[in-house]
């Protein structure tokens, strides 16, 4: 159980299907915090960093080109592992396969068309935040509602 941030990206097809409402609206109600939303094109250097796990892959151009065609809706999460419970709303990356009542089971078909990228692990989340914001674009704010979300030992 540890506060964490985590990254989430509205994805092109997320953009064009008009979904960053529903997506923010999904996180919000399930009590994270936002502490960071901007919209960006991601560069082709940026994507080499934010997907360096897939830069062997034969994938990886088509992915950097699909993903740098158009500014996207990027965030920062914050909660008590809140790494773990995005990746859990957002689904598994197959659309067709997600579980039914995640954002990729509920929205989605494709596996590069999977609508959102949320980050994978702390470090990965530490390292996507840094790459898309800047210090004075994160947010450190006491939100009321926080205390009817967590109990007094979880905040602890
Ligand atoms: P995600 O899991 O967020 O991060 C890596 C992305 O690469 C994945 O979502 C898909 O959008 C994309 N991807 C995975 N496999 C393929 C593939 N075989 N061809 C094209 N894109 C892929």
Not at 2 to 16: E, H, I, S
Not at 35 to 53: A, F, N, P, R
Not at 74 to 87: K, L, N, S, T, Y
Request: charged share 30%; glycine share 8%.
């Amino acid at each position: 159980m540890k506060m964490q941030r985590t990254a989430v990206l509205v994805k092109p097809d997320g953009m064009q299907r008009g979904l960053i409402g529903e997506i923010i609206s999904r996180f919000e109600r399930k009590g994270l915090k936002l502490v960071g939303l901007k919209m960006v094109q991601l560069t082709d250097s940026m994507l080499s960093e934010w997907y360096t796990e897939h830069k062997d892959k034969s994938f990886f151009g088509d992915l950097k080109s699909f993903m740098g065609q158009m500014p996207l809706v990027a965030m920062a999460w914050e909660g008590i592992d809140a790494v773990p419970v995005v990746r859990k709303l957002v689904g598994t990356t197959l659309g067709r396969e997600a579980e039914a009542g995640s954002i990729r089971g509920d929205f989605g078909m494709s596996q590069q068309f999977n609508l959102i990228h949320a980050s994978s692990s702390e470090s990965d989340a530490e390292r996507e935040i840094d790459i898309v914001f800047d210090k004075n674009e994160l947010f450190d704010y006491s939100n009321v509602m926080q205390s009817v979300i967590y109990a007094d030992y979880e905040r602890k």
